[in-house]
């Protein structure tokens, strides 16, 4: 078993930033791709951003390319999110991933473990 927990939501305006970490913990020695997922009232959890073990690959949502930015420190056993020129769209509670494969993957199927969530607000 692997426990996801992220951190790093909170509230800002249009245009302003903000990092979301998700620590990993238990099952560590397996090598995980890693997602990062958003979901709104109503609606189904949406891909955004997922990352190779390695790091050397990444792949985004439309919705984000040249905003968001994925990385990760297997080190720490953490993996961020970058998110940049935020907009009120963005709002949505934004989930944590790790799938037991090597490469990036947008599929929900995928993806093993879950993390509880953080509420990302953009709002003036």
């Known amino acids: 078993q692997v426990q996801l927990v992220e951190s790093g939501g909170g509230l800002v305006q249009p245009g302003g930033s903000l990092r979301l970490s998700c620590a990993a913990s238990?099952?560590?020695?397996?090598?995980?791709?890693m997602g990062w997922f958003r979901q709104v009232p109503g609606k189904g959890r949406e891909f955004v951003a997922s990352?190779?073990?390695?790091?050397?690959?990444?792949n985004y949502a439309d919705s984000v390319k040249g905003r968001f930015t994925i990385s990760r420190d297997n080190a720490k056993n953490t993996v961020y999110l970058q998110m940049n020129s935020l907009k009120p769209d963005d709002t949505a509670v934004y989930y944590c991933?790790?799938?037991?494969?090597?490469?990036?993957?947008?599929?929900?199927?995928?993806?093993?473990?879950w993390g509880q969530g953080t509420q990302v607000t953009v709002s003036s």
């Open positions: 991933a790790a799938a037991e494969r090597l490469r990036v993957t947008p599929w929900r199927y995928e993806y093993d473990y």
């Open positions: 238990g099952r560590t020695t397996i090598s995980y791709a």
């Open positions: 990352i190779s073990w390695s790091g050397g690959s990444t």
